[in-house]
């Protein structure tokens, strides 16, 4: 029987969990190998050996896509503008605010207010975006949702990170965040799991 989106009650498998573990930690252990080759090698040098290895890992798996006839083709100017967007602006994401907040030996900007111009930034782009495309208004059942969400993603994460650059360094930082989204999401299956035994079978 196929599994839909809500059945969570199904093991991982073991290939599920290297799935799950591999993204974040080539990403966090990223920042620490960049650390440990600082002074080593120069830092252009190294991020460029890092997008040729990942541009070799993927370009097998990307195979389908870059054949003639593929329809990413036809939009590839728009692709790659958005994917080095989308890279340039979260990998300066931790830099950009350790450098705003300063040290505890020398503070500079306060978190809450890096916080609040990040989130302001982000709703005016989102605003203008919303906006050209015509999106629909979300319905009215979605707003306890959607305000759930604007807590964690747009005041707490800012808010909360600014204040952690202050006392940890960057590479740190990037550390947790790697290893931050598969902790919660292997919490939340076993909370799953956990209900789904609590049930009564009938």
């Known amino acids: 029987m196929a599994c839909t989106v809500g059945d969570m009650t199904q093991r991982l498998s073991t290939s599920a969990i290297v799935y799950l573990v591999i ?12 650390r440990l080759m ?8 190294l991020n460029l050996l890092r997008w040729v290895l990942a541009l070799l890992i993927l370009l097998p798996l990307a195979g389908q896509w870059l054949k003639p006839g593929s329809g990413l083709w036809p939009h590839w100017r ?3 503008w958005l994917g080095l967007l989308g890279v340039v602006i979260f990998a300066l994401t931790l830099p950009l605010t350790r450098l705003a907040v300063g040290t505890p030996q020398a503070p500079q900007l306060s978190g809450l207010f890096v916080a609040s111009g990040r989130a302001t930034v982000a709703a005016v782009l989102s ?76």
Do not use: C, Y
């Open 38 to 45: 600082n002074g080593l090698v120069p830092p252009i040098t």
């Open 127 to 202: 605003i203008l975006f919303l906006r050209l495309t015509r999106a629909p208004i979300p319905r009215r059942s979605d707003w306890p949702a959607l305000g759930l969400v604007t807590l964690g993603v747009v005041f707490g994460f800012p808010m909360l990170s600014s204040i952690a650059m202050r006392h940890v360094e960057a590479v740190h930082a990037s550390v947790m965040l790697g290893v931050l989204p598969l902790a919660v999401a292997l919490r939340l299956r076993k909370r799953r799991l956990a209900q789904a035994d609590a049930t009564p079978q009938f």
């Open 23 to 34: 993204p974040p930690m080539l990403w966090a252990g990223n920042a620490v190998v960049g």
């Open 78 to 80: 728009r692709f790659t």
